[in-house]
């Protein structure tokens, strides 16, 4: 499986301000994955992220609020912007294992972020 | 429309007991795969297994086994003699074989925490 590391593990942030957060795998993949886990909640997938074009937002989830960038194939930032308390969560990046055909995914450790 | 259900949200065992986390999944496709990840109280999540709608065969990897029946549409996770190491959330996820489209989407239920105590 590949190596996920993600940056910052944890931060706090105030009220209106903006974070970025890394993620870089140690191989290169056609995509990568960025999730959502609120508090005691499941995980929710925020966006695909694509070498190349733009990112696929799902439903819920906008490109003003959560930019993505995705410079070259093994790394992907994601952005949450103008944070408010419901941000409070952990943000999570995947990537395909070896099926990479809707199989499985492997994250990284997530970035706990707490907004004040 | 997907849909992933753990009913169980809290489970508390004493070591060496079994335990059987429930997993129940709706879909409409009938090419889909299933899985189950653990995360511990470091955050983490570690993939445990996936199984294709294909192959109900049921799978056991040392402690762990896994009981898939798509006639119940469940795919529960059974840990045998269980340790204090077990202790986590322990999620079930769904995700349909798009081949393009949302191939990353998984659908994960809300999970079931296990705590094993010694």
């Known amino acids: 499986s590949a190596v996920i590391s993600q940056k910052p593990s944890r931060d706090i942030c105030q009220r209106g301000t903006s974070l970025t957060i890394q993620c870089q795998v140690d191989s290169q993949v056609t995509m990568m994955f960025w999730y959502r886990q609120q508090p005691g909640q499941s995980l929710t997938l925020i966006a695909t992220?694509?070498?190349?074009?733009?990112?696929?937002?799902e439903s819920g989830f906008v490109i003003d609020k959560f930019p993505i960038s995705r410079p070259n194939l093994t790394f992907s930032t994601l952005t949450v912007s103008n944070m408010s308390p419901e941000d409070s969560s952990i943000y999570l990046c995947?990537?395909?294992?070896?099926?990479?055909?809707?199989?499985?995914?492997?994250f990284g450790e997530g970035s706990r972020l707490t907004v004040l | 429309a997907q849909k992933v259900t753990q009913a169980q949200t809290e489970i508390s065992v004493v070591e060496k007991e079994d335990v059987t986390l429930d997993c129940v999944y709706e879909?409409?496709?009938?090419?889909?795969?299933l899985f189950w990840y653990k995360q511990p109280p470091s955050g983490e999540l570690v993939f445990l297994i996936r199984r294709n709608s294909f192959d109900e065969q049921n799978e056991i990897s040392g402690r762990y086994s896994w009981n898939f029946q798509k006639s119940t549409s469940s795919f529960n996770f059974t840990i045998t003699a269980s340790q204090v190491v077990d202790s986590a959330v322990y999620f079930c996820a769904l995700s349909l074989m798009n081949y393009g489209g949302s191939q990353g989407n998984l659908i994960f239920g809300k999970g079931t925490k296990l705590s094993v105590k010694p």
């Open positions: 879909t409409r496709d009938t090419t889909y795969y």
């Open positions: 995947s990537v395909p294992g070896l099926a990479g055909d809707g199989g499985e995914l492997f």
């Open positions: 992220a694509n070498q190349g074009s733009e990112a696929t937002y």
